[in-house]
């Protein structure tokens, strides 16, 4: 009689450490509440494929209500150069990044500057949903549930010094973890920066989930910035370093292409990239064209901090 | 069937693998989260590379001395045009739906868009003047007129380049290949033309 030994158990269905390391923080969080609890022991606690949802995410008003992105379009369709240029690198390559362990440097014109754990980064704040339009520059756009808080928030905290005007942001530099940097298709690392106004906007947002869960590598993980009012390369994403600072910081597709990308980059019908129009996108999962909105519909709370401004020549 | 038949068979059937491709990717919905801006991309690559591959004909066949190369041409100048086609019905159907008014804003005020335009042109009395009966009928114009192609290429070339962001490769390998084919042929000439004058 043939005896059949017990297959063993294959990699895939053994629980990373992280993941169980996270599941022990959720229940400790659970265990502060009986509805709390019973919200973790819902199949509605887990991702559609087990994925594990972030614990305590509340919702916002300033989300939209239209229809989200699938999450494999929000996850699978990608601008983000470090991990390859086509749309679907990213997926592809960022699979085995580790996003931990993970530090975050602030420094310039701060208060304290130190480096920070991003756990500790992260822990004092309370993790909202926010639903937000984003629009790329190269004309299309999606509506995502960016899961984060106001980089207000954080700003207010690290307290700068009155002379910075602009806050700094910085990827990761490592040809190793993020193959695409070994290309010369942009100056790395990524810098990407804001006026220290725009950054104090509550639309402002620093992100670690999407889709109530944390954020994939090829999103960014494990921390990037959401400016939804700006076109999608703005939103710099696995930052290390944040910098403040009193001179206008050099971007990176700024550097790259400084006729055609601005600092600013708002989302403005009226003003044309110089290869192809702005005045409309294509939101994907929609055939037809739709009209883009000043300001990516977001005008009513970021319309002053341009009053007085040349938008045609602040592009 | 000779080898040349089964060769010509072979390339015909390849031709029409990046076609056959899309469509399996639009019935079982795997054509990215953008179908329409990826099937753009891959039609005007296909359409460009088979039109390098039918420029480096004449040359293998001078290098070669196989005469029969040259009936390979039209068909690989007509899949070329074919997906030339498909690019130009994408833009005007998947991606304006005939709103012939923003098209027409495009073309006059995107210079991609006019180089794109441009290359359509040029490519497309080639096409139409591809058959027998019309190379017959043209005679020695009929050659002049296909040096249009030279033409096509480079516009082609720069239409791709200038769409593209930040990252060139594939429109300089595209600008690398033209180069030496045409330097090929420059060389060709010159070297005809001093034999002739001794």
Redesign the interface.
């Known amino acids: 009689m043939l005896i059949r030994k017990p297959t063993d158990i294959p990699y895939s269905e053994v629980t990373p450490k992280s993941l169980y390391l996270r599941r022990r923080e959720f229940l400790q969080t659970a265990a502060g509440g009986a509805v709390a609890a019973a919200a973790a022991l819902s199949p509605a606690g887990a991702g559609a494929q087990g994925r594990p949802k972030l614990p305590n995410v509340r919702k916002s008003d300033f989300s939209t209500t239209e229809p989200l992105?699938?999450y494999?379009?929000v996850t699978?369709?990608n601008n983000f150069?470090e991990f390859g240029?086509d749309?679907?690198d990213p997926k592809a390559n960022a699979q085995r990044f580790t996003a931990r362990p993970w530090s975050i440097k602030v420094e310039g014109l701060v208060k304290a500057p130190a480096t920070y754990d991003i756990d500790t980064f992260i822990k004092p704040y309370a993790l909202e949903e926010r639903i937000y339009r984003l629009r790329c520059v190269?004309g299309?756009s999606?509506v995502i549930p960016w899961v984060g808080f106001s980089l207000a928030d954080v700003i207010k905290r690290l307290e700068p010094q009155p002379s910075a005007k602009f806050v700094e942001f910085t990827t990761l530099l490592d040809l190793s973890r993020m193959p695409g940097q070994r290309?010369p298709?942009?100056q790395w690392p990524y810098v990407e920066g804001l006026r220290m106004d725009e950054a104090m906007n509550p639309l402002s947002m620093l992100v670690v989930g999407v889709y109530g869960e944390a954020l994939p590598n090829q999103n960014g993980a494990p921390i990037r910035l959401v400016t939804p009012w700006k076109y999608g390369f703005k939103g710099i994403k696995s930052i290390v370093r944040i910098r403040f600072t009193d001179k206008q910081p050099r971007t990176a597709w700024e550097i790259?292409?400084p006729r055609e990308y601005g600092f600013y980059a708002n989302v403005n019908p009226g003003v044309?990239h110089p290869?192809?129009?702005q005045a409309?996108e294509?939101r994907?999962?929609e055939?037809?064209?739709r009209k883009t909105e000043m300001f990516n519909g977001y005008g009513q709370q970021v319309a002053s901090l341009y009053s007085g401004m040349d938008l045609r020549k602040n592009y | 069937m000779t080898i040349f038949d089964t060769l010509r068979r072979v390339i015909f059937a390849a031709a029409l693998v990046p076609a056959a491709a899309l469509v399996y990717g639009a019935l079982t919905d795997n054509l990215?989260?953008?179908p329409?801006?990826y099937i753009t991309d891959t039609t005007g690559t296909t359409a460009l590379s088979l039109l390098i591959i039918t420029l480096t004909v004449t040359p293998l066949r001078r290098l070669t001395g196989r005469n029969e190369l040259i009936r390979l041409r039209r068909m690989l100048g007509l899949f070329a045009f074919f997906y030339a086609c498909l690019h130009m019905s994408t833009w005007l159907v998947?991606?304006?739906?005939f709103?012939f008014a923003?098209m027409a804003?495009?073309v006059v005020?995107?210079?991609?868009i006019t180089l794109g335009m441009t290359t359509f042109l040029l490519l497309l009395p080639l096409a139409v003047t591809s058959t027998a009966g019309m190379i017959r009928r043209l005679g020695r114009r009929w050659q002049q007129l296909h040096r249009l192609v030279y033409v096509a290429a480079i516009t082609a070339i720069i239409h791709f380049w200038?769409?593209v962001?930040?990252?060139?490769?594939e429109p300089r390998l595209f600008a690398l290949a033209l180069s030496v084919l045409l330097g090929f042929r420059a060389w060709w000439v010159l070297r005809t033309r001093r034999f002739s004058r001794s």
């Open positions: 992105n699938d494999g379009d699978g369709y150069y240029t749309k679907e190269e299309w999606m290309l298709v942009l790259a292409s044309d290869r192809w129009s409309t294509r994907l999962g055939f037809r064209r | 990215t989260a953008n329409i801006d998947l991606d304006w739906f709103d923003s804003a495009d005020e995107r210079p991609f200038w769409v962001k930040a990252d060139f490769r």
